[in-house]
C-alpha cells in the first residue's frame, strides 16, 4: 500500500515568512500526490495536486510544491506567510483500492501563524 | 457549482437512536465517499460509492449503513453507536476513473454519541 508521511505535525512560522510543509512518499511507481487544506469546523479543500505533467505545481493562495523523485518528496511551500494561512495541512496518495481509487492522508501539519 | 453538501453540520443523537446523515453533489460526479475523522486526526475512509454501488467497505461496524439512492445522493444511516464514534463525518465526491481526480469535500457534520 502506498502511504504518505508529514514531517513535523505542527510548523509556527512568523507573519511574511517562509512556509515549508513536509510530505514524503512511498510508493514504486509514480504516485498522484495532493496537498489539501482544512480550517477549523470546515471541510478539506483543495490546495494543488501532482499528477505528472510537471515537477513545480502551482496551487491556490500562494502554495506551491515540487516533485522530486529521488527524494520521494513532495513539500508544500509559500514565500510569505499569511494570518489567514493558520489550518491543517495534509498530504495525501491515490491509491488503488481493489475496485475504486481513495485518497490515504498523512497525520496531518498543524501550521500556525505568528503576527 | 463545485459544492458538496452535507446535513445537518451538527447532530447530537443517544446510543439507541436511529438518525442519518445526507450528502448531496450536482457535480455529476460518479464516486461518492464517506470518511470519518476524529480530532487532530487525518480522514479516515469508511465506504466508496462508485455509479451508485457500493465499492469499497473499510470493514466499517454494521451499525454505519451507507446508501446511496441515486448520483447525486448519498446517505449515511446510524443505529445504536456508541460514544467513541463521535466525529466528523465528512462526505466527498470525484470522477469515479483516474488516480489522479481530486475528491472534493463537503463541510463535514459532527456527530456527537451521548
Known amino acids: 500500500a502506498q502511504s504518505v508521511t508529514q514531517l513535523g505535525s505542527h510548523v509556527s512560522v512568523s507573519e511574511g515568512a517562509l512556509v515549508l510543509l513536509r510530505c514524503n512518499y512511498s510508493s514504486s511507481v509514480p504516485p498522484y500526490l495532493f496537498w489539501y487544506v482544512q480550517y477549523p469546523n470546515q471541510g478539506l479543500q483543495l490546495l494543488l495536486k501532482?499528477?505528472?505533467?510537471?515537477?513545480l505545481v502551482k496551487g491556490i493562495n500562494g502554495f506551491e510544491a515540487e516533485f522530486k523523485k529521488s527524494e520521494t518528496s513532495f513539500h508544500l511551500t509559500k514565500p510569505s506567510a499569511h494570518m489567514s494561512d493558520a489550518a491543517e495541512y495534509f498530504c495525501a496518495v491515490s491509491e488503488w483500492g481493489g475496485s475504486n481509487y481513495k485518497l490515504t492522508f498523512g497525520k496531518g501539519t498543524l501550521l500556525t501563524v505568528n503576527p | 457549482d463545485t459544492e458538496v453538501t452535507q446535513t445537518p453540520k451538527h447532530l447530537v443523537m443517544g446510543m439507541t437512536n436511529k438518525k442519518s446523515l445526507k450528502c448531496e453533489q450536482h457535480?455529476?460526479?460518479?464516486?461518492m465517499y464517506w470518511y470519518k475523522q476524529k480530532a487532530k486526526k487525518p480522514p479516515e475512509l469508511m465506504f466508496v460509492?462508485?455509479?451508485?454501488?457500493?465499492?469499497i467497505n473499510e470493514s466499517v461496524p454494521s451499525r454505519f449503513s451507507p446508501e446511496c439512492p441515486n448520483s447525486s445522493l448519498l446517505n449515511l444511516h446510524l443505529h445504536a453507536l456508541q460514544p467513541e464514534d463521535s466525529a466528523l463525518y465528512l462526505c466527498?465526491?470525484?470522477?469515479?476513473?483516474?488516480?489522479?481526480?481530486?475528491?472534493?469535500f463537503g463541510q463535514g457534520t459532527r456527530l456527537t454519541v451521548v
Open positions: 457535480m455529476g460526479h460518479r464516486a
Open positions: 466527498a465526491s470525484s470522477l469515479p476513473k483516474g488516480e489522479n481526480t481530486e475528491a472534493f
Open positions: 460509492y462508485s455509479y451508485e454501488k457500493l465499492s
Open positions: 501532482y499528477t505528472s505533467a510537471a515537477t
